[in-house]
Nanobody, 127 residues
């Protein structure tokens, strides 16, 4: 069983930055695909980014809507994955969820590919 705990949400003005963290329990963190999703009111949960550890370091994938503004990173020694969010827009307002899966799935943008979820942290971007 893996438990995920997010932190770092809050209120920020458009154009500002926020950094989210997600700490995972468990001893095999480095082998898990770690992702971030978000869900705005009245909308479906959507993929934001995912980070995987590979033999030559790691790889990251992003939703088009955040590419160039958000950066996902992970510190396997600390069992932590981060999401640095820059140039925030009001449309980035949502509850952000950390997600984990034992394998990096082909359909990594789909919620059903992730076995474990955090409780979520609110990010609000004012205009």
């Amino acid at each position: 069983q893996v438990q995920l705990v997010e932190s770092g949400g809050g209120l920020v003005q458009a154009g500002g930055s926020l950094s989210l963290s997600c700490v995972a329990s468990g001893r095999t963190f480095s082998s898990y695909a770690m992702g971030w999703f978000r869900q705005a009111p009245g909308k479906e949960r959507e993929f934001v980014a995912v980070a995987v550890t590979t033999w030559n370091g790691g790889s990251a994938y992003y939703a088009d809507s955040v590419k160039g503004r958000f950066t996902i990173s992970r510190d396997n020694a600390k069992n932590t994955v981060y999401l640095q969010m820059n140039s925030l827009k009001p449309e980035d307002t949502a509850v952000y969820y950390c997600a984990a899966n034992r394998e990096f799935a082909h359909n990594y943008m789909r919620t059903y590919e992730y076995e474990y979820w955090g409780q979520g942290t609110q990010v609000t971007v004012s205009s």
